[in-house]
């Protein structure tokens, strides 16, 4: 551009001035980060007087929007099935227990899909009604998969790093990389445990409270957290429903989250044998002749880098034409660069 405001272009080039040229690093350059990379701006979580790391207040001091707003899904719809399914009580056939107990613990065994048949819809309305909260109550359970559950398994990632390190020392900086990096498999391991311990103490219970041996236990808390919902064990006490209402929604969540992991670290491994395999894989004219963007005969860093995401799958021909787009929007003057006197232009109203 004419103007002489500072440039501050998505990639820089510098020759590496600091260290000494020798005759296998002359001509070469060094890549300085982007100031927009992640890591750049990365405000750290400070280190407290017992080592332990302090929650930031923007991830850990306060629930996530979208955990709110799940939260609140999940308690209109329950306390909606409550009373419903409570006005309706009489309308309802099996083994029967407390009035509202049995609404709510209706409500979970249909919105989980668990079904199993210990209390069932005895009219036309009851079986509407039914019908409409499984369906909606599907949905929800998607949401909370999709939105709150992977919230709370974020959360718990530093106390798993912090575990698996615990007799190294590993400051704020290595454990926020460390997840960073095997992010997937650290949320299935957490999940896994989780789910590992409501099978322990779904069995014990059941044999404790509902008097059922070992194997019948088991047999009752596999058919449950997989939905499948025999019927012919179950929760028919008092307090054994009082205890499925928070077990069963916990088990089948967190069955369904294990299984979207798992899809999760498929896909991961997927992607780094195509990049694996583009990184390795020998550059050829045809290679450099796709990655000149600008058609000038030359192929520099930042066109490179972009041919190999493209190559790697990370972005497509779509994503550069918007990004090149919003470039050419902004760049008023059409000088092929960027400044602060541009972004005014390009923000300032046209007039009429």
Same mark, same amino acid.
Request: with cysteine; hydrophobic share 45%; net charge neutral.
């Given at each position: 551009?004419?103007?002489?405001?500072?440039?501050?272009?998505?990639?820089?080039?510098?020759?590496?001035?600091?260290?000494?040229?020798?005759?296998?690093?002359?001509?070469?350059?060094?890549?300085?980060?982007?100031?927009?990379?992640?890591?750049?701006?990365?405000?750290?979580?400070?280190?407290?007087?017992?080592?332990?790391?302090?929650?930031?207040?923007?991830?850990?001091?306060?629930?996530?929007?979208?955990?709110?707003?799940?939260?609140?899904?999940?308690?209109?719809?329950?306390?909606?099935?409550?009373?419903?399914?409570?006005?309706?009580?009489?309308?309802?056939?099996?083994?029967?227990?407390?009035?509202?107990? /049995? +609404?709510? &613990?209706?409500?979970?065994?249909?919105? =989980? !899909?668990? @079904? $199993? #048949? *210990?209390?069932?819809?005895? %009219?036309?309305?009851?079986?509407?009604?039914?019908?409409?909260?499984?369906?909606?109550?599907?949905?929800?359970?998607?949401?909370?998969?999709?939105?709150?559950?992977?919230?709370?398994?974020?959360?718990?990632?530093?106390?798993?790093?912090?575990?698996?390190?615990?007799?190294?020392?590993?400051?704020?900086?290595?454990?926020?990389?460390?997840?960073?990096?095997?992010?997937?498999?650290?949320?299935?391991?957490?999940?896994?445990?989780?789910?590992?311990?409501?099978?322990?103490?779904?069995?014990?219970?059941?044999?404790?409270?509902?008097?059922?041996?070992?194997? /019948? +236990?088991? &047999?009752?808390?596999?058919?449950?957290? =997989? !939905?499948? @919902? $025999? #019927? *012919?064990?179950?929760?028919? %006490?008092?307090?054994?429903?009082?205890?499925?209402?928070?077990?069963?929604?916990?088990?089948?969540?967190?069955?369904?989250?294990?299984?979207?992991?798992?899809?999760?670290?498929?896909?991961?491994?997927?992607?780094?044998?195509?990049?694996?395999?583009?990184?390795?894989?020998?550059?050829?004219?045809?290679?450099?002749?796709?990655?000149?963007?600008?058609?000038?005969?030359?192929?520099?860093?930042?066109?490179?880098?972009?041919?190999?995401?493209?190559?790697?799958?990370?972005?497509?021909?779509?994503?550069?034409?918007?990004?090149?787009?919003?470039?050419?929007?902004?760049?008023?003057?059409?000088?092929?660069?960027?400044?602060?006197?541009?972004?005014?232009?390009?923000?300032?109203?046209?007039?009429?």
């Amino acid at each position: 551009m004419a103007s002489n405001d500072a440039r501050e272009p998505l990639v820089r080039q510098l020759p590496d001035l600091a260290a000494p040229k020798t005759n296998g690093q002359v001509g070469r350059r060094r890549v300085l980060r982007s100031r927009s990379a992640p890591l750049a701006n990365l405000d750290l979580p400070e280190k407290t007087d017992i080592g332990s790391i302090q929650r930031s207040e923007s991830i850990f001091g306060k629930l996530h929007p979208s955990f709110l707003k799940v939260a609140i899904y999940l308690v209109g719809y329950l306390s909606i099935g409550l009373v419903i399914f409570y006005l309706v009580r009489h309308q309802i056939a099996g083994k029967k227990t407390v009035g509202f107990l /049995d +609404a709510l &613990y209706f409500t979970i065994v249909t919105m =989980t !899909t668990v @079904g $199993y #048949g *210990d209390l069932v819809p005895n %009219s036309d309305l009851t079986k509407l009604l039914a019908c409409a909260f499984v369906f909606t109550g599907m949905a929800l359970v998607g949401l909370i998969l999709s939105k709150a559950a992977d919230y709370l398994v974020e959360k718990q990632e530093v106390l798993l790093v912090k575990a698996l390190h615990r007799k190294d020392k590993v400051g704020p900086t290595d454990i926020l990389k460390e997840i960073e990096v095997n992010k997937t498999i650290y949320k299935f391991f957490v999940v896994l445990s989780l789910l590992l311990a409501l099978i322990v103490t779904g069995t014990i219970f059941l044999v404790a409270v509902e008097k059922l041996d070992i194997i /019948d +236990a088991f &047999y009752c808390v596999c058919s449950t957290i =997989t !939905t499948l @919902g $025999y #019927g *012919d064990k179950s929760f028919s %006490s008092e307090g054994g429903r009082v205890f499925a209402v928070f077990w069963i929604l916990m088990g089948t969540i967190c069955l369904g989250q294990l299984f979207l992991y798992i899809a999760e670290l498929n896909t991961e491994k997927r992607q780094k044998e195509i990049s694996k395999m583009v990184l390795t894989r020998r550059t050829t004219n045809a290679d450099l002749e796709a990655a000149d963007l600008d058609d000038d005969g030359n192929v520099g860093v930042a066109e490179f880098i972009i041919y190999k995401l493209k190559e790697m799958g990370k972005i497509t021909q779509e994503d550069i034409s918007l990004v090149m787009q919003e470039f050419e929007e902004l760049d008023v003057d059409q000088s092929g660069t960027l400044s602060p006197s541009d972004i005014a232009l390009a923000q300032s109203p046209r007039p009429s």
